[in-house]
């Protein structure tokens, strides 16, 4: 999980004339700013609307998903920082048989944002606001996220292959492949690749793309999605227009109440 100095978050919609098309802001340039990250959506450019809550949950979002926090296992959940762990944070259930009985229950529960599980059975279900935003090393704890999920599927997603251009366009170059056990593998690795743009998975095999995805084709059995949010330039990046110095208010609004990167996230989503 990346940590951030500040939370300031910056919803970006770059304006354009009526005659002319919006310009991308994906390839454009971001100066260093130490502690941000700029997140392009996929797709980018979408006007954005005033935020008036958070939490909310939408049909239209791609649904949740488990995410290891820091690597998941081996590692106790904290909130703002390594030495945030209020009690006011979570609630604590004991005798649950294993990480996914911990994980099936704070899903059932209202404002579920995580869980930290104890081999000895001890599960906290967090339900702080802005999430799980750190962890600590410590034996025998597992900690993860329960986030709106950063894939979204390539057409139908289910039995499509992967393709750049054009559906004839298939080239290595694209791509690297690696040997995994399971999709929530190949997402991890996709979102620990930084230049990553998606994800081809079938079995145990794992397609980690970073040429963008344009197109699919008809391939039983395999799954194709894009990574929703994508990293502009890596790490420590503030975001421009068309130009290092391109930093006009009106590319961009300020969506008060961000608590967390999730929740930026969301923000983008609510438009």
């Known amino acids: 999980m990346k ?19 919006l310009p991308a802001v994906k390839n454009e340039t971001c100066p260093r700013s130490g502690g941000l990250v700029f997140l392009q959506k996929t797709p980018s450019l979408r006007r954005l609307m005033t935020l008036t809550g958070m939490d909310r949950v939408f049909a239209s979002t791609s649904g949740f998903e488990w ?12 909130g703002k920082s390594a030495g945030d762990n209020l009690a006011s944070y979570f609630t604590v259930q004991q005798g649950l048989a294993d990480l996914s009985a911990c994980q099936q229950l704070c899903e059932s529960t209202e404002g579920c944002k995580g869980v930290e599980y104890h081999s000895s059975g001890r ?3 967090w339900t702080r606001e802005g999430g799980i935003e750190a962890s600590i090393s410590l034996d025998g704890y597992s900690c993860y996220s329960y986030e709106i999920s950063d894939f979204i599927e390539v057409g139908a997603g289910i039995d499509r292959a992967c393709r750049g251009e054009t559906v004839e366009d298939d080239s290595s170059s694209h791509k690297t492949v690696q040997t995994v056990t399971s999709l929530s593998q190949c997402k991890q690795l996709c979102r620990n690749t930084a230049t990553c ?39 420590n990046r503030a975001c421009r227009g068309s130009s290092t110095s391109d930093n006009n208010p009106q590319n961009y609004i300020i969506a008060s109440g961000a608590a967390s990167e999730a929740e930026c996230k969301d923000a983008c989503r609510m438009q």
């Not at 995410?67 to 904290?78: H, I, L, S």
């Not at 994800?199 to 391939?219: P, T």
């Not at 194709?224 to 994508?230: G, Q, R, V």
């Open 3 to 21: 940590l951030y100095s500040r939370i300031f978050c910056l919803c970006w919609f770059r304006l354009a004339s009526a005659a002319t098309a």
């Open 67 to 78: 995410m290891p926090v820091d690597g998941g296992v081996n590692r106790a959940c904290r």
């Open 123 to 125: 599960c906290e279900i």
């Open 197 to 235: 743009t998606g994800i081809e998975f079938s079995g145990s095999r794992c397609e980690v793309w970073s040429h963008d995805i344009k197109a699919s084709i008809a391939a039983p059995g395999v799954l194709c999605m894009k990574l929703e949010f994508t990293k502009i330039d890596g790490d």
